[in-house]
Structure formats: C-alpha cells, structure tokens
C-alpha cells in the first residue's frame, strides 16, 4: 500500500523559512516524479512544484519560484520542500502527490497523496 | 496553459446524469486528470488520459475529450458523490488546475 507522510508545517512568521518532509513507502519512489500542490483555507488546488524520480530535473509555479526549493533523497525515500520569505498567502495545506506513471514526461496524474499539513504564514 | 471548468457549482438529485465541463487555453491532446474532493481529505484521482477510469473508481464516472474541450460524467448520481471536483492539466509545466465545481445533492 502505497503511503505518503508529510511532517513539518506549523505557524511562521512573515519572511520565515520552513521545511516540509514527506516520507513515502510501499512503491519504488526513484521511479517517481513527486509534486507538491497546496490549498489555502476555502479555496482550490494549487499546483506548487515538481521534482524527476532522479532528482535532476525540477520546475515551480511562478508564485512561489525563486523562494521555495524542492528535493528528495532517494536513499530514505523522502521528499522535500524548503521554503523560504513565506508570505501571508503561502498560507495553506500542503500535499505531496504520487504521479501515477511518470518520471518527469507523460505524466498522467496523482494517484496517491499525503495527509496534508498545515503551514500558517502570521504574525 | 489556465483551465476553466464549469459550472462552478451545482446542485442535482440522486440519480440525476451530471456533466462538468474544463476547457484548456490551449491544446493538451489527452493529458488531462479529474479529482474528487471531500472536506478535510486529501484529493482522489477519478481519471487519467482524459477518460481512462482509475482503479476502484465506480464505473457510473466517466470522461471524454481531447485538445482542449473535456467532461466529466456521473451517470446516476449518488449521495457519496456530493464533493468538488476539479480538472488538471499534465501536458506540459507548470502542470494547472482549474478552480473547482462544488456539486452538491438536493
């Protein structure tokens, strides 16, 4: 059973830095790209960032590009987002998310998500 | 590449056929998903490839298109279904989600 654990969220601060996890087991995570999409309070999803199964390649959404860096290690099957100069409107639940056939190109879909945590960006 | 999906919200009856429409900017061949979402709970994928059923998913869910004109399709509504429903795009990055239909059971 494939399952995905995201840890690390919490309340920041204006201009605050946070580092997100997410551990996954039951399936062969190199094999995977992983994104991680958010959801501010009452609204939609949002897709925020992509990383290749290897890790070489990477692409972010224009909204929080040059602030939040995404990787993984492949060895203890763990995805990663570090995000810095958070800002009120980062303000979200964050899902990682499971394509369920790519690696980078072709991607279908995500067939698997975590829970969700919750990053709260207040004063 | 935006999405629009419409209508934004709906409300049908037990057994009614509802159609959820998404429209891309922009021609994405078939590489389009729909998701499910229930309050509180994470999204699950209802098709890939425009209108390839994902595993464990009831066959009363079904979706057709390509380019940039897609549905979705609920044959018999069912009480369990009431949720939002989005569309995404994977043809191309940054991959997109549309804003959402909130579809509720009268």
């Known amino acids: 059973e494939v399952q995905l654990l995201e840890s690390g969220g919490g309340l920041v601060q204006p201009g605050g830095s946070l580092r997100l996890s997410c551990v996954a087991s039951g399936f062969t995570f190199r094999n995977y790209a992983m994104s991680w999409v958010r959801q501010a309070p009452g609204r939609g999803l949002e897709w925020v960032s992509v990383i290749s199964g290897s890790g070489d390649s990477t692409y972010y959404a224009d909204s929080v590009k040059g602030r939040f860096a995404i990787s993984r290690d492949n060895s203890k099957n763990t995805l990663y987002v570090q995000m810095n100069s958070l800002r009120a409107e980062d303000t979200a639940v964050y899902y990682c998310?499971?394509?369920?056939?790519?690696?980078?190109?072709?991607?279908?879909?995500?067939?698997?998500w975590g829970q969700g945590i919750l990053v709260t960006v207040s004063s | 590449i935006q999405l629009t999906q419409s209508p934004s919200s709906l409300s049908a009856s037990v057994e009614d056929r509802v159609t959820i429409t998404c429209r891309a900017s922009q021609g994405i061949s078939y590489s389009l998903a729909w998701y499910q979402q229930k309050p509180g709970k994470a999204p699950k994928l209802l098709i890939y490839a425009a209108s390839t059923l994902h595993s464990g998913v009831p066959s009363r869910f079904s979706g057709s298109g390509s380019g940039t004109d897609f549905t979705l399709t609920i044959s018999s509504l069912q009480p369990e279904d009431s949720a939002t429903y989005y569309c995404q795009q994977l043809y191309s990055y940054p991959i997109t989600f549309a804003q959402g239909t909130r579809l509720e059971i009268k």
């Open positions: 998310a499971k394509d369920l056939v790519c690696d980078w190109n072709n991607c279908a879909g995500f067939d698997s």
